[in-house]
T-cell receptor
Framework: DAEITQSPRHKITETGRQVTLACHQTWNHNNMFWYRQDLGHGLRLIHYSYGVQDTNKGEVSDGYSVSRSNTEDLPLTLESAASSQTSVYFC???????????FGPGTRLTVL | GENVEQHPSTLSVQEGDSAVIKCTYSDSASNYFPWYKQELGKGPQLIIDIRSNVGEKKDQRIAVTLNKTAKHFSLHITETQPEDSAVYFCAASGNDMRFGAGTRLTVKP
């Protein structure tokens, strides 16, 4: 069955370290998204991609970067982790256009 | 950019009662309005969506209404069951998707 996976599921890191969160989908979806979820804020869009080599900044992109070298993967990199980036991160994917987004199980990141 | 407000933040109902969650949005260009349910420890999952050319959509016990003039849309759950207990998010999408802050629904048996 097609799915979307995230790894790792839990990560603890130190301030200033570079961290990469992986997202992999097997639906062959054009669109992929990264969100962070914090209490009281719902889901906030970090970066998104509408296809290979396409990346766009979302609402809260500072301190994060993504790259899309193939259809299946959109890794999220925290260049220099900060305590304010402690959060739960969700990856999602969808077909082109405005359609249902399928979410991964999330990665809980703690920056000490 | 788009701004989505969602109310209430928490909602407690008795099993069998109805639950209503309301959202407003700011960008008149938004034309896709999904609702997601998130259970503890899982990612959000779509339960129903509506597009701007439709005023109401129903799927069994769940219905969504959209008022484009007033820029608000609502989720209605009838005959609530304990398994409906979860966090519900509304969203509005034009150029990108913006989510409301969420409503924690508790259905008491």
């Amino acid at each position: 069955d097609a799915e979307i996976t995230q790894s790792p599921r839990h990560k603890i890191t130190e301030t200033g370290r570079q961290v990469t969160l992986a997202c992999h989908q097997t639906w062959n979806h054009n669109n992929m998204f990264w969100y962070r979820q914090d209490l009281g804020h719902g889901l906030r869009l970090i970066h998104y991609s509408y296809g290979v080599q396409d990346t766009n900044k979302g609402e809260v992109s500072d301190g994060y970067s993504v790259s899309r070298s193939n259809t299946e993967d959109l890794p999220l990199t925290l260049e220099s982790a900060a305590s304010s980036q402690t959060s739960v991160y969700f990856c999602a994917s969808s077909w082109a256009g405005l359609n249902e987004q399928f979410f991964g199980p999330g990665t809980r990141l703690t920056v000490l | 950019g788009e701004n989505v407000e969602q109310h209430p933040s928490t909602l407690s109902v008795q099993e069998g009662d109805s639950a209503v969650i309301k959202c407003t949005y700011s960008d008149s260009a938004s034309n896709y309005f999904p609702w997601y349910k998130q259970e503890l420890g899982k990612g959000p999952q779509l339960i129903i969506d509506i597009r701007s050319n439709v005023g109401e959509k129903k799927d069994q016990r769940i219905a969504v209404t959209l008022n484009k003039t007033a820029k608000h849309f609502s989720l209605h759950i009838t005959e609530t069951q304990p398994e409906d207990s979860a966090v519900y998010f509304c969203a509005a999408s034009g150029n990108d998707m913006r989510f409301g802050a969420g409503t924690r629904l508790t259905v008491k048996p």
